[in-house]
């Protein structure tokens, strides 16, 4: 007798790129879903900043909405629901199991930290690629879930849609991350690169601004906020300190940094900002900093939008993982990749 599929209902906060890309990749996987977990789907709720908020608990027509985006597309045209005063409200009544959260980040962690806390409290799983809650709130977040019996889970977070929390989670069973280091700032590493080819700091911004690349205040990657941010979620979640971004030592790039980039390209060498923890006494020290690094370095040859994490282990001495040139794509499958491990 064949199993009777089981619905699930899923609801977002945001619909930016990630989101409409994570929505698209819902309706191209749906068949294999269905097939691998006997699993059928509905977006019951969509609540935005600046498009408006829409529910249906029959399930909202996603494929004409994305048929139909626009920069200035209205949600609330797609509405049978509530009225909803609020983005608590809006979880309240959107009828969902799952909650992914994709709201633009702020480095307090807040609004967004508000919202998983009341969709965790709800029983709501809940999925995030916001890494500003994650690393301002992770302990009161995570705990929260453990108490209310659902997941909290933010692959996206860090890397994209490379596989690193639920690489160690599944696969490095009893292993002590005793540091690590990497290059986890697009931003920052394609203006590096470009000033190596000789073009000038203010160009290469300017172009990151334009396809989108950098984060809404620019300031975020080039002071190295983006880049604690990340270190702070990989050392609360792989190495068990409690160190949020202001506890990182943070250094940035600038328009000076062109002369250390090409005097060190005379040498032969590469300047890249790496991000980096280690283990000191019974603490976890992190640091955000320009390194100029011998050719030969595996974090020097990551050029352009690509980023690179090495794992020190005491099971599995140096495990590397790199994400050549990611899009949107990518962060869109680690929403995906956190689902699939929801139903397993």
């Not at 979880?91 to 998983?116: K, N």
């Not at 929390?165 to 290059?183: D, E, Q, W, Y």
Request: net charge positive; aromatic share 6%; hydrophobic share 40%.
């Amino acid at each position: 007798m064949e199993q009777e599929p089981r619905q699930i209902n899923f609801a977002f906060i945001g619909f930016g790129h990630v989101g409409r890309a994570f929505a698209r990749l819902l309706i191209d996987r749906k068949k294999w879903l269905l097939k691998e977990f006997s699993l059928e789907w509905k977006i019951t709720g969509i609540s935005t900043k600046n498009h408006g908020t829409s529910i249906n608990h029959e399930g909202l027509p996603i494929k004409k909405i994305l048929g139909s985006w626009k920069r200035h597309s209205n949600l609330d045209h797609f509405n049978e629901g509530p009225a909803c005063s609020s983005q608590t409200d809006f979880i309240r009544q959107c009828g969902a199991d799952v909650l992914f959260e994709m709201s633009v980040l702020d480095l307090s962690g807040g609004p967004a930290a508000t919202y998983i806390r009341e969709a965790l409290g709800a029983g709501l799983h809940v999925v995030t690629t916001n890494k500003g809650p994650v690393a301002t709130h992770f302990l009161q977040l995570t705990k929260l879930a453990r108490l209310r019996g659902v997941k909290f889970l933010y692959e996206g977070t860090v890397m994209d849609g490379a596989p690193i929390f639920n690489m160690v989670r599944l696969n490095l069973p009893a292993t002590r991350i005793k540091s690590l280091r990497g290059i986890l700032n697009s931003t920052t590493n394609y203006i590096l690169t470009q000033m190596e080819q000789g073009t000038s700091f203010e160009s290469a911004l300017e172009y990151a601004r334009n396809v989108g690349l950098a984060e809404a205040d620019p300031s975020l990657d080039l002071e190295g906020w983006d880049s604690a941010a990340k270190l702070s979620v990989l050392i609360q979640a792989l190495m068990g300190a409690r160190v949020k971004p202001k506890d990182i030592e943070r250094h940035g790039i600038s328009e000076e940094t062109g002369r250390v980039v090409r005097a060190a390209l005379r040498r032969d060498r590469r300047l890249r900002l790496v991000a980096r923890a280690y283990r000191q006494g019974g603490r976890v020290i992190g640091k955000v900093e320009l390194q100029e690094l011998e050719i030969f370095d595996p974090l020097a040859s990551i050029r352009g939008l690509s980023n690179i994490l090495v794992l020190n282990t005491d099971n599995m001495r140096e495990l590397a993982i790199i994400e050549n040139n990611p899009t949107v794509d990518q962060t869109a499958f680690a929403l995906f990749s956190d689902l699939v491990s929801l139903l397993q």
